[in-house]
């Protein structure tokens, strides 16, 4: 069974930093693609980031380029999400997905 554990978020001030950390596992962490979605109250996924299986390929949303980076370790089979120059509408839950399968996410709050 495929399980994902997001963890890392909190409450942060404009301008500051988080590092979003997901671990998984229950299948082949380093054969799959992996891709950070947010999603705030009442509204629907957003895609945030992605990553090849090895790290080598990412992709981030027009909104994140320059200020999140996604990365991986598959020795610990777990994904990352470094948030830097956060702003009040980065402000969601975040989760980790992998096949359609997703955390339980972590809030990331970003206010003064």
């Known amino acids: 069974e495929v399980q994902l554990v997001e963890s890392g978020g909190g409450l942060v001030q404009p301008g500051g930093s988080l590092r979003l950390s997901c671990a998984a596992s229950?299948?082949?962490?380093?054969?799959?693609?992996m891709i950070w979605v947010r999603q705030a109250p009442g509204k629907g996924l957003e895609w945030v980031s992605a990553?090849?299986?090895?790290?080598?390929?990412?992709y981030y949303a027009e909104s994140m380029k320059g200020r999140f980076t996604i990365s991986r370790d598959n020795g610990k089979k777990t994904l990352y999400l470094q948030m830097n120059s956060l702003k009040s509408e980065d402000t969601d839950v975040y989760f980790c997905?992998?096949?359609?399968?997703r955390g339980q996410g972590t809030q990331v709050i970003v206010s003064s």
């Open positions: 997905e992998v096949g359609g399968v």
């Open positions: 990553v090849s299986w090895n790290g080598g390929i990412t």
């Open positions: 229950g299948y082949t962490f380093d054969d799959c693609a």
